[in-house]
């Protein structure tokens, strides 16, 4: 081997030694939709929902340096039918949004289920409970349901970070990687 080949190994060498990896940036899961849950008040058809493991450290870090964090969730309703011939009721997104207030060290969650309220909390936890939530979203109203007719609803999750203002992108080198999609998760149910 050559002099510089043995330099480099011995330089790789020492990289790994000196700055291993934690166990749990190999366990690192992708997030998934879980707790899905369709329901009805007294006159609208409801859905709930959970995403597990939406955040990362680096999505984190990206957050308390000014980049905001977009979970957008996409349903689809469909009256099913046993001819392939699917009849979509309603297509609609809701997004919630997580960003971080410097000057009073508040994360600020915006809800656009709830009409673009905002909640500020300095919890951290709490905030990505707020993002990763959705509790009652009304997805149609009964009144446009037939009775004992089969359904199903379509779901799935964007996480993407959201708009830097013009000329941050230089600044901050926040990587794609935190921008994920789940899988199409389905629920059929009778109403």
């Known amino acids: 081997m050559k002099l510089l080949d043995i330099r480099l190994l011995f330089f790789c060498g020492?990289?790994?030694?000196?700055?291993?990896?934690?166990?749990?940036?190999?366990?690192?899961?992708?997030?998934?939709?879980?707790?899905i849950i369709v329901t009805t008040s007294d006159i609208d058809l409801l859905l709930f929902a959970t995403v597990k493991n939406g955040f990362t450290q680096e999505m984190i870090?990206?957050?308390?340096?000014?980049?905001?964090?977009?979970?957008?969730?996409?349903?689809?309703?469909?009256?099913?039918?046993?001819?392939?011939?699917?009849?979509?009721?309603?297509e609609?997104?809701?997004t919630h949004t997580l960003s971080f207030d410097e000057a009073s060290k508040n994360y600020r969650v915006t809800l656009s289920d709830l009409g673009g309220?905002?909640?500020t909390t300095s919890d951290l936890d709490k905030a990505?409970?707020?993002?990763?939530?959705?509790?009652?979203?009304?997805?149609?109203?009964?009144?446009?349901?037939?009775?004992?007719?089969?359904?199903?609803i379509h779901f799935k999750v964007t996480l993407k970070k959201g708009a830097?203002?013009?000329?941050?992108?230089?600044?901050?080198?926040?990587?794609?990687?935190?921008?994920?999609e789940t899988d199409w998760r389905t629920i059929e149910f009778r109403y």
């Open 128 to 152: 990505k409970q707020l993002m990763a939530e959705l509790n009652g979203v009304k997805v149609i109203a009964l009144a446009q349901l037939v009775p004992d007719a089969p359904y199903a």
């Open 14 to 35: 020492f990289l790994l030694l000196t700055h291993p990896c934690p166990p749990s940036a190999f366990a690192e899961e992708t997030p998934e939709i879980k707790d």
């Open 117 to 119: 309220k905002v909640v």
């Open 61 to 90: 870090d990206g957050v308390k340096s000014g980049v905001p964090v977009v979970f957008t969730y996409k349903m689809e309703l469909v009256k099913t039918s046993s001819r392939w011939l699917d009849t979509t009721l309603v």
């Open 92 to 94: 609609s997104s809701v």
């Open 164 to 180: 830097l203002p013009l000329g941050m992108q230089r600044f901050l080198p926040i990587t794609a990687l935190w921008d994920f």
